[in-house]
């Protein structure tokens, strides 16, 4: 079915190539980072993780949010999403490669990067955060590799698939609570200290994937013969909706917690990304505007006229995937570090290098993502004539 | 003709995997050993539990520096704010992201946040209290190392083993003390000059105090101990006739963020 | 051999069709470009030779040993067969194992085979002597194209040098 990636229009080759170049860019950077090391990056002894853990934190969310289609699809026989089942599949392949990446690229010693396997430590979240996310993607390409062939042949997907599907949806969740329990276990870090840290990272991670996910949809049915269908990407929107509105609600949750209970320790952070200490407040509007801009969304999103103007449901989505990506992406990681845990302030801001091999790794995501939706949308294609 | 490329593929593939997987299994599973024996030097020094009490009534400015410029001299610890040369001279923000420190000095309400007061004893208020890594007995940033790059000797010392560290730094985010340190760049340029007892190390790997592991199997004091002047006890914390053990009775002593569990073993008389 | 049945019946009753290479020219003209690149190694470097590598024992430490004195902690030809593992076995060691002899303090003597000990250590025991690494142990790690990382970290002057300069 590959061949399908191989023909298209000059769009989908100048998309390709730029892809293409962005990734070149990134990787010519990386090569510098391989040989200075990583003080190309804005992290240091206090900020010790940054940019890359950051992105790969959001795209772990990204790509657990498959399961919000496959679910329904497979478990309940909801027979619209039968439509998107295999985009939902793709964008989870995409978004885990991505995060291999990523965390690839943060490495001090890539070149050891085999050493979790040779020397396996159970203890270690790390280990099964690697397990986890190598089986997803696994998963993900044999499961929707074969759906998607046995659609092209009209025959039914072989038996032996359907206990992989059925393991998808647990290992789905799994792969995003395990990170979160890279945050979630440190006892010297009070900001990640919260047992709601995983129900955080699911609820945000369920309401950005299904916007992405919507708007490819909407991109898909723009470009190309296939049509997503209404009805699927209305569906698809109400669950960015309660998954948002649980979002805000945990987030408010996390705000009475540690302001009613008024230890200074946890309060802190909060004061750093909200107010700024001692005159240092990078982010503050930043996360003013992430909070305030997931609460509002939240709300108008509960407006079915607003979900159901795909204009404007497409402008909440961006909006979506900006906020979440904020307090998820940079909000999270400062947060966690900043202020240390001697309540010095040292703040974190990316530098131009570190942000082009993150332009790089995005650019290889979206490579491989181009590439297996026009495979998808090609047969697809091919199906309905 | 039975078989179809398709099938050919798979076949080639396979074969593949189990030819690789194979010699791989076998270099795995029977690693080369050489037949000699690597022993103790008799005048090692052992304990069953290290542990060092620091006493603050008898530190002073002058102390604590002699004690960082041992440590550091000792295990080639890059200096990144004053470079031995002028050309690498780094911005003072930049050199405080890369500093790499094993011991250094704080004030009270850094060492011990959360404790402090505002009308406190008075010579607490501006005393420099001297900061390494506790040597926890139960280490989280050993539970959370995904190659046991960073493990715990039977005799409680928290060790780093540079060969294996992949420089994932979630030691550093587990560590509650802010105790580790990592090689943004490369250190060789910034080390005046090198002490060929210990090697230096490439960019890429954490470091941290190790307690002078190998100036103990040597049978000597650690260089901080050596050089405090009686300002650092160090011993063995199960040996109940122990110097460490003797202070430990005689004085009242804190520990940083001790309600965390992860029982720290530089104890502070204060 | 299985039948096999195709839309023109079974294998032997294939019509005879006539074979046909397209762009018969590129692909012989790749392939040969393809043949002429993958054999470079065979032929590149025909009718050069290369020096075999020739260490050089001339340090001042071996050179101030006595006669009987002058051999390393392990025979020659051992050494050259297997001073890589020894010194991961040593590295193993001193880090890492708890070898069954060994209790608290790692073990950091090495006991050769005749009963004397040396300090295992790569800078402060095999550098002492051989303290010409471009001259010994670069001569035969270039020829064979290896390159330990060792040096990144272990530095090649050892104590007892340094404290004499």
Redesign the interface.
Known sequence: MLEKALVGTKRYYGLLALLAGLFALGFLFYLKQLHLGLSITGMGRDVSWGFYIAQFTYLVGVAASAVMVVLPYYLHNYKAFGRVTILGEFLAVSAVTMCILFITVDLGRPDRILNVLKYPTPNSVLFWDMVVLNGYLVLNLLIGWNVLECERHSVPPPKWLKPFIYLSIPWAVSIHTVTAFLYAGLPGRGYWLTAIMAPRFLASAFCAGPALLILLALLVRKYTKFDPGKEQIQTLAKIVTYALLINVFFFFCEVFTVFYSQIPDHMLHFQYLFAGIGGKGRLVPFMWFAIGGMTLTALFLVNPKLRKNETTLAALCGLVIITTYIDKGLGLISGGFIPNPLEQVTEYWPTVPEAIITLGVWAMGFLILTVLYKVAVSIKEEIKS | MGIDRREFIRIAGLSTLLGLGGKGAFELLMPGRVDAEIVPKPEARKAKRWAMVVNQKKMDEHTAKKCIAACHRVHNVPNFTNPPNDKLELDPAVANRYQIKWIWTDHFHNAFPGEEQKYPQEHLAHMNFLLLCNQCNNPPCVRVCPTKATFQREDGIVMMDMHRCIGCRFCMAGCPFGSRSFNWKDPRPYIKETYPGYPTREIGVVEKCNFCAERLAQGLQPACVEVSGGTLIFGDLEDEKSQVREYLRKYFTIRRKAHLGTNPQVYYIV | ??D?KNEFGV?GERPKVEKKIFDRNKIIAGLVIFVVLITIPLWKNLGKSVAAPTPSLDTPVIKKLAEKEKKCI?PTDWMRA?HM??LI???E????T??Q?????????????DGK?YL?SL??TCLECHSNKAQFCDQCHNYAAVAP?CW????E???K??EAK
């Open positions: 051999m299985a096999y294998f392990m297997n593992q020894m076995d040593w590295r060691n001193v880090v890492r708890a070898e002899k060994v209790t608290t303090s790692r073990g950091r003597e090495f006991v050769s085979p000990k295992a800078t402060n990382n990144g970290c272990h530095l002057t050892g104590k040098l340094a």
